[in-house]
């Protein structure tokens, strides 16, 4: 199954981005054996109309635009399900199995997710009750997505 990543704003250079990196590589190299593959990310800019119901449903035009046909949609909202690294493993595992071929994880813009994706979605998953700048979200997703391949091939990495 080819995982994906989708975000609205550019990632600047620096250490988020090189750690974000990092994680996106070793989740590369390890995960063909269990099943999983990393697609891509794909970054879109901020749309720049003058509301924010407006910015909202462009940002989710060009999500859309992006996802594979059959494709497994989970947003990352702080209203979202909280799960821990396992459930998370199980949930990726869980899709592989049942043969779902494309899974893309969406990171929104400032003013969040359009309600239009919320209906679109097969999921939608809290990394926390804060909210984080995409930047963190977007290292701390390539983290447990590495994790969850370790979790699914029994690698000792995650530890309880």
């Known amino acids: 199954m080819r995982i994906g990543l989708f975000a609205v704003g550019r990632l600047k250079s620096g250490p988020e981005k ?3 990196a990092r994680y996106f590589d070793r989740f590369s190299k390890a995960g063909p054996a269990v099943g999983l593959e990393f697609s891509r990310v794909a970054e879109v800019a ?3 109309a003058s509301n924010a119901e407006t ?3 462009e940002e989710a035009a ?3 635009k992006t996802l594979p046909e ?3 949609l989970i947003l990352l909202d702080e209203r979202g399900k909280a799960l821990d690294s396992e459930a998370f493993a199980n949930t990726l595992g869980t899709y592989r199995d049942n043969g779902k071929r494309d899974l893309t994880i969406a990171i929104g813009g ?3 997710l359009d309600p239009a994706l919320y209906d679109r979605a097969d999921m939608t998953l809290c990394l926390g009750k804060m909210t984080w700048p995409h930047q963190i979200v977007r290292t701390l997703i390539a983290e447990q997505l590495y994790r ?3 979790i699914l091939s029994g690698h000792p990495y995650h530890r309880v």
Do not use: N, P
Request: aromatic share 0%; proline share 0%; hydrophobic share 45%.
């Open 18 to 20: 090189d750690l974000a």
């Open 46 to 48: 901020e749309s720049r």
């Open 55 to 57: 910015r909202k449903r």
């Open 62 to 64: 060009m999500l859309l």
């Open 70 to 72: 059959g494709g497994i």
């Open 110 to 112: 400032a003013d969040g």
């Open 148 to 150: 969850a391949v370790t």
